[in-house]
């Protein structure tokens, strides 16, 4: 099995990402494209997953996009990776905890590279560093093909949090790499597009 990697280096607008990804997901399902790792970053949005709740707003002049992707409101902004998926599980094994698992093993390897230990929350989704959030994860399956992804706080504004209460978490409890490594942060996509490709192709 392949799967495409793809990388923007200009931010994408999320309605555009999300409409590309779902009609990948259409052709993955009929044989008709390969699967997806698509690296990229999308200009400040905050979007509403399947559990979003409007009391989750703070600040009622943002608007808020909804998705049909898990999990409730959460904010996308310049610095932060997103790293979205389209692998089709019919392939290869049909377990969705698993490919949880395996996106959090990527991204825990991932900080390691620039000295951070992140760890697994049982009760929440996501990587921690001393208890506070530095990545998020939401994943959607139609007809096992697994598409959205994850997203990794690099170097950007955290204080974007703040008008929201993020994956029902106290929005003061949000990290970033450069938050806890202030050293010259290099090699973002490739090592990314490493890690990912190789764990991902393993499941």
Known sequence: MSIEIKVSKRPVSYKFAISMLEKRVEKIKKNKAS??????????TYTGGVR?????ILDKNIKVIRTNRGGRI????????????ALNLNKRKRDIR????????????????YKI???????????????????????RVSKWVAYHGCSINI?????????????GLNNKNITSVFNENKLKIKNINNNIKKIFFEKLNKI
Request: aromatic content about 8%; proline content about 4%; hydrophobic content about 45%.
């Open 35 to 44: 699967e997806l790792l698509w690296i990229l970053e999308h200009p400040l």
């Open 52 to 56: 979003f709740n409007k009391n989750d």
């Open 74 to 85: 959460t904010l996308h902004n310049p610095g932060q990776k997103i790293i979205y998926i």
């Open 98 to 113: 698993n490919l949880v698992n395996v996106m959090e093993d990527c991204i825990i390897k991932f900080l390691r590279i």
């Open 117 to 139: 230990k992140g760890v697994k929350d049982k009760k929440n989704i996501g990587i921690w560093v001393n208890k506070n959030k530095i990545a998020a994860i939401g994943i």
């Open 155 to 167: 170097k950007n504004n955290l204080n974007d949090y703040l008008k929201i209460v993020p994956c």
